[in-house]
């Protein structure tokens, strides 16, 4: 007599089957690991400064039900900073998106950039079609919340397609035109000033150490005015804060003034 059964002090771990007569295959089919939220906006600075008063409007306008955001303004006005930092404070627990639109070469389009998005949350088999990838974005964000970034937007032919459906959302848009005829599609238009003289000396602060700053106020102020719009222009990617700017040097031979400022080190 043959006795099919699993005791009670046997340990099991991954597929068991238990079954008097197989007739034909057994097939196995191990579900895929879930895929990781997407958390694709760009790396939050470090010494991010000064905006407290544009987070509070956008602050504002999200509490009064706008979803969408488009905040324009000079190229290295820090748009795509104040973004990025907005965004990772208001709680989009099923994810965040981030398309650059400008490219190396030329715009990236809607649906490449559907498609990157799709693949992130799973899905593979995508339509050709933009009206249809548009379509199925829409219906996978419907009932998410989820934040979207998109940078470098030069005409709202290029936004519409991005927007997510879900109202718990919300979507920045980062352009240096105004983009203003999203504002029939609710968005809310906000207008980025430069820094303000005292918020860039502080930035430069923040970047070089406190010491440099202090010590030549005079000559931080002028290293400020001569990278507008921000001087994050001449931080670290851009100018070594050692080597000072065309502009700046024939200021100092009118005005005699010391100006040594070299980046801090990163902190652990």
């Keep these: ?30 579900p895929a ?3 990781p939220l997407p958390r694709q906006l760009p790396f939050l ?17 999200r509490a009064s039900g706008a979803c969408l955001f488009v905040i324009s303004g000079i190229g290295g006005v820090g748009k ?3 973004a990025a930092q907005w965004l990772s404070q208001q709680g989009h627990h099923d994810g965040e998106f981030y398309a650059d639109l400008s490219g190396p070469l030329k715009p ?20 050709a079609d933009l009206a249809e990838l548009t379509g199925l974005w829409r219906s996978v964000t419907a009932a998410r919340t989820v934040a979207v970034l998109i940078d470098g937007a ?8 991005l927007l ?17 005829d999203l504002a029939v599609d609710g968005a809310v238009l906000h207008p980025l000033r430069a820094f303000s003289l005292p918020a860039a000396v502080q930035l430069l602060a923040r970047m070089a150490g406190d010491h440099p700053i202090a010590s030549a ?52």
Excluded: K, Y
């Design 217 to 268: 106020p005079e000559a931080a102020a002028l290293l400020a005015e001569a990278c507008p719009p921000a001087p994050a222009s001449a931080g670290p990617g851009r100018r070594p804060l050692g080597r000072t700017p065309p502009a700046l040097r024939r200021r100092r031979r009118r005005r005699s003034d010391p100006l040594v400022l070299r980046p801090r080190p990163c902190e652990p």
């Design 164 to 180: 997510p459906a879900g109202a718990a959302s919300s979507t920045v848009v980062t352009s240096r035109s105004g983009l203003r």
């Design 108 to 127: 990236v389009t809607p649906a490449v950039v559907l498609r990157r998005w799709l693949r992130a949350v799973g899905i593979d088999r995508q339509p």
């Design 45 to 61: 600075v470090r010494h991010f400064t000064d905006r407290d008063e544009d987070r509070l409007l956008l602050d504002v306008a």
């Design 1 to 30: 007599m043959q006795v099919n059964e699993i005791g009670g002090s046997a340990q099991l771990t991954g597929l068991a089957v238990q079954a008097h007569t197989v007739f034909g295959g057994i097939h196995h089919h191990v």
């Design 154 to 161: 030069d005409d709202p032919a290029q936004v519409r397609p």
């Design 33 to 35: 690991a879930p895929l």
């Design 80 to 82: 795509s900073t104040l």
